[in-house]
């Protein structure tokens, strides 16, 4: 089975082209061990390129634990430029992702994809209890994220905190957590930890937008949103109501190969 390995802003994934039906979705256990680092390709998730009849391409992802999520912002932005490297589309695209219409542009290896006005936008949710952090907010942007504040970003122990609020009783299935530190009034650095990869990623899609929204709402940054991660630098912007968000960065296909039987 051939596959491409492809990167946006340090997020990596293993992409297969699906579109005659090789695998059905159900296939947890195999995609949790390709994801596996050291013992075989590895990848922060899976993604299925796929048939659609109402845009481009259908769009499936799967974390590293083998699970479906309904959208990741970076898996979006790099199966767009797998399908323009591909010719299979141009450089404007429509994609379906979990029966929603998604836009993306590709320019050179920047891609912006837009994505819909998020979902039970909180600014305060009162569990965050450490006097180092400072709690910003909660959102649903396809997936949850909870926002947490702090002023050195590189000293925090991302996995214990992570760990701690990404399994707060108050989410029944669990969110995604980041921490973010302002630097300016238009530039912030952002370390996520991520449900169903269950460490830091070097990079989240809507960990970076609903970071900068929610800096937006709570402490006033300006859009355009400079957001600095790990992986590479990404751009946040939204028109009027938030609806919608734009996600901006570079996407790199980084290498093609085949899986063979043994």
Request: aromatic letters at 12%; glycine letters at 10%.
């Amino acid at each position: 089975m051939k596959f491409a390995k492809m990167s946006a802003a340090g997020n990596d994934f293993i992409l297969f082209d699906n579109r005659k039906k090789i695998f059905k979705g159900d296939e947890q256990d195999y995609f949790r061990h390709i994801c596996q680092r050291r013992f075989s390709v590895g990848a922060d998730g899976v993604m299925l390129f796929e048939q659609s009849v109402s845009a481009d391409f259908k769009y499936r992802h799967f974390n590293s634990d083998g699970l479906s999520v309904p959208i990741c912002g970076n898996g979006a932005r790099a199966i767009c430029r797998y399908a323009y490297l591909k010719k299979i589309t141009g450089k404007n695209i429509v994609f379906e992702a979990n029966g929603i219409l998604y836009h993306g542009y590709c320019s050179g290896n920047e891609v912006t994809v837009d994505h819909p006005k998020p979902l039970d936008i909180r600014t305060q949710i009162g569990i965050v209890n450490e006097d180092f952090f400072e709690e910003g907010g909660f959102l649903i942007i396809g997936v949850p994220h909870l926002v947490i504040f702090c002023d050195n970003i590189q000293k925090i122990d991302v996995h214990e905190y992570g760990k701690k609020y990404r399994s707060h009783h108050l989410f029944e299935q669990g969110t995604n957590v980041n921490f973010v530190q302002i630097r300016d009034k238009n530039t912030l650095e952002v370390r996520t930890f991520e449900r169903g990869v269950e460490g830091e990623t070097y990079s989240c899609g809507t960990g970076a937008m609903a970071s900068a929204l929610i800096s937006h709402l709570s402490k006033g940054i300006k859009k355009p949103v400079k957001v600095r991660t790990r992986g590479g630098k990404l751009t946040v912007s939204w028109d009027k109501g938030f609806n919608p968000l734009y996600l901006s960065g570079k996407a790199e296909l980084i290498f093609e190969g085949r899986f063979i039987e043994k």
